[in-house]
Structures are given as structure tokens and as C-alpha cells.
């Protein structure tokens, strides 16, 4: 038996070193993968002057404010009325541009249950918006649930942040 182990030890170390070691050569893809230095970036030169919409507190378009909610709740607070009568007065003002309202919660509760209430959150400020006189036609909605949140504490703060509707305009 030990000399049968003392012949196959030899046999089984070459075969490891042969299928490890792997063959050495140059292919096509190798020569593909090298950065190629072309002396010029890629793509079109954009100006520094253009301006995107720009992203005021939250994910929310510069001009209106994000609506924040209790826990569990899609009801809008009293102390967040004011910040949705900005947002009504920018729809009026803007009437070229169409407002998405996005609705987002904490990351507690399934993920289900959390899509359902970034909706209802999301249908909550459309319906407000539209009670101050904007345009249904202009007013959008989705639910992004917990998949879009601010915060990734673990805390009472981090969680209130989540908890709110961005207003997005979109051209």
C-alpha cells in the first residue's frame, strides 16, 4: 500500500503543476483589452455653460420641495403644507414643464408593502396639487418603495428622511 501511495504522489504533482500552470501565448483578445491612446477624449465636447435641471433637497427639482410623511402614513402633515404650496405655485409658474411625483419610504416593512405606500404617498401629493389648482395633465406619479432612499442609517433620522414624495420636473 505505501509503495502504491509513493508512486501515485509523483504522478499527481505533475498533473497539478500541468493543468495549473496553463498555456502562455498571445491572442487576439489580449492585444484588444490594451488602452489605446488616441490623443483626443471620446464623444462630443460639451460646454461647461449647460445647466440641467438642477436637484434642490432630496431628489427634488430646484424650486419646489420634497414632502416629508409620518411613519406608515401617506396623509399630508400640517407642517408640510406650506412646502406643497410652493411646489403648486412652481407647476403654475412652469407650465411648460410636467411634474413626476415620486413616492419613497424607509426600508422597514416588505418590499411590497413599501411600493404600495411610496404610491399612495406619490397619489396623496397629486391629489393636494390638484385641490391648489394645477393641471392633472401636468402631474405624474411612481413608486420607487424603499429602492431610492437618502439616508442608509439605521436610525429615527435616517428613516424621516426616507419617508417623503420628490417632486421631478421633467421637460
Not at 148 to 155: A, E
Not at 161 to 170: E, L, S
Request: negative net charge; charged residues 25%; hydrophobic residues 35%.
Amino acid at each position: 500500500m505505501l509503495k502504491s501511495v509513493r508512486m501515485l504522489l509523483p504522478v499527481l504533482l505533475f498533473a497539478s503543476v500541468v493543468s495549473l500552470s496553463g498555456c502562455g501565448s498571445k491572442t487576439d483578445t489580449d492585444e484588444g483589452m490594451k488602452a489605446v491612446d488616441q490623443g483626443e477624449a471620446m464623444g462630443e465636447t460639451e460646454s461647461l455653460d449647460s445647466k440641467p435641471l438642477e436637484i434642490g433637497e432630496g431628489r427634488t427639482t430646484e424650486g419646489m420641495l420634497p414632502v416629508y410623511f409620518n411613519f406608515d402614513s401617506s396623509d399630508i402633515r400640517s407642517d408640510q403644507v406650506a412646502r406643497i404650496e410652493v411646489n403648486a405655485e412652481f407647476c403654475k409658474n412652469n407650465n411648460e414643464l410636467s411634474v413626476r411625483i415620486e413616492g419613497n419610504t424607509d426600508p422597514r416593512g416588505t418590499n411590497e408593502y413599501n411600493m404600495a405606500l411610496g404610491e399612495r404617498r406619490a397619489l396623496s401629493a397629486k391629489k393636494y396639487l390638484m385641490n391648489l389648482g394645477v393641471d392633472e395633465a401636468k402631474l405624474s406619479t411612481v413608486s420607487y418603495g424603499e429602492e431610492k432612499m437618502l439616508l442608509f442609517g439605521h436610525d429615527e433620522l435616517s428613516w424621516a428622511q426616507n419617508r417623503r414624495a420628490d417632486f421631478v420636473a421633467v421637460p
